[in-house]
């Protein structure tokens, strides 16, 4: 059965970097686009970042110049490394794949 598998978060005080990942296993990982979304507490879930089959990245606008997403497809891995991080950015992040569920999420807390 195939699944995402969401790390990496935690806390981190404003200003810092976490590098989150997302494995997979099973199908063509290749030949999918990939997202991060988050969650905020009493917030719906947005959309933070995509990355095409050919490696394109999108970005939210609140995230652009401080968050990049790329993958790693020899791993089946998706990556989202987090720059500057601000309190706003607190959230469950999600990894997502088209035609599977969502997986647990990882927890990213930007405190001081």
């Known amino acids: 059965q195939v699944h995402l598998v969401e790390s990496g978060g935690g806390l981190v005080q404003p200003g810092g970097s976490l590098k989150l990942s997302c494995a997979t296993s099973g199908s063509i990982f290749s030949a999918y686009d990939m997202f991060w979304f988050r969650q905020a507490p009493g917030k719906e879930r947005e959309l933070v970042a995509s990355i095409s089959r050919g490696g394109s990245p999108n970005y939210t606008d609140s995230v652009k110049g401080r968050f990049t997403i790329y993958r790693d497809n020899a791993k089946n891995t998706v990556y989202l490394q987090m720059n500057s991080l601000k309190p706003d950015d607190t959230a469950v992040y999600y990894c997502?794949?088209?035609?599977?569920?969502w997986g647990q999420g990882t927890q990213v807390t930007v405190s001081s």
């Open positions: 997502k794949r088209a035609g599977l569920p």
